[in-house]
């Protein structure tokens, strides 16, 4: 408790600090001073953002994780993007069951060619047609890309980090830790809110989660999602254990001390948490993807909005 009020009135922890406390302290009294720190920083508002899976499959890079990889034999649907009067479809939908944000996610190392020309289309559609926020989603993009689709009105950009420097390299090796970081850097660059996080239980160590936050905390990173992962079969990580609930909430409870003022964000695997993700969302949790997810699957928008009326939270 006295290092959270401490972060609260402006002292933030560094690599160098003694951190063990993050993994002694019993989680109930570590989720306690998370509380407080996202009650100060983030009040009792609570971000929710909806995905369509927009293109699908055929991804040329290797992360160990994920479905849509081409060296992995998952059934994936497989599609290029789109069209636009499909997406639109969904955002309406999305918008009008009240979520703040929604992001077209495409599979790939990046989206270019005729592809990136849909996407942009895409966005000046929803822009014209929709209030809330837009997000995107389309891997490694270039500074003149980025440029581009922050003129439709696209004002936030996710591209995850996914893990610690030290474990990347055994996740993906098709493109580097700082290909992303590049990426980031240049959509801020360009004026977009990041989002970027990562995946927990992928057989990294506690350090590698608290490098992870402390790489996030460095790049100023405005929302981290934070995904447990679903061992999809057919990929190569389909054999690992899915994390205890504990674990994963303490892993929320020490994003918030690292990054106090982030929305951090419960992502894919929110449903093994037994009380659908309600102790995160009061203990250092303050964003949600919800709706239909990708590859996996979620919360429903009305029972995610029928939670938070219940635990006394907000999305407005």
Request: proline share 3%; hydrophobic share 40%.
């Amino acid at each position: 408790m006295d290092i959270a009020k401490k972060i609260i009135n402006g002292e933030r922890l560094k690599p160098s600090d003694d951190l063990e406390f993050l993994l002694t302290t019993p989680l109930d009294e570590l989720q306690a001073g998370a509380a407080l720190i996202q009650k100060h920083f983030r009040g009792n508002h609570i971000d929710l953002c909806t995905i369509i899976n927009g293109k699908s499959g055929r991804c040329s890079e290797d992360c160990k994780y994920c479905a849509q990889s081409a060296r992995h034999k998952t059934g994936i649907a497989e599609y290029d993007f789109l069209p636009v009067d499909k997406i639109l479809e969904v955002a309406l939908a999305n918008e009008r069951a009240g979520v703040n944000r929604f992001s077209i996610v495409t599979s790939g190392r990046t989206l270019d060619g005729i592809n990136f020309e849909r996407a942009i289309e895409a966005y000046k559609v929803l822009k014209s047609n929709l209030k809330i926020d837009l997000c995107a989603s389309h891997g490694i993009l270039t500074a003149e890309q980025l440029k581009r689709l922050r003129a439709t009105g696209v004002t936030s950009y996710h591209h995850n980090l996914e893990t610690s420097r030290r474990f990347f390299p055994r996740i993906c090796t098709t493109h580097t830790y700082d290909d992303r970081i590049k990426t980031i850097k240049s959509a801020q660059a360009e004026g977009f809110c990041v989002c970027s996080g990562g995946i927990i239980g992928m057989g990294e160590t506690w350090q590698d989660r608290i490098d992870l936050a402390f790489e996030l905390a460095a790049l100023r990173i405005e929302s981290i999602p934070v995904n447990v992962l679903m061992a999809i079969k057919g990929t190569a990580l389909e054999n690992l254990k899915t994390l205890a609930p504990d674990d994963v909430l303490r892993t929320i409870a020490i994003f918030r001390y690292i990054n106090p003022t982030a929305n951090v964000r419960l992502a894919a695997g929110r449903k093994f948490l037994p009380d659908n993700g309600a102790s995160a969302l009061l203990n250092g949790a303050s964003a949600s993807i919800t709706g239909n997810m990708l590859t996996t699957s979620s919360n429903n928008i009305q029972d995610d909005m029928k939670l938070l009326h219940e635990l006394g939270l907000t999305n407005k």
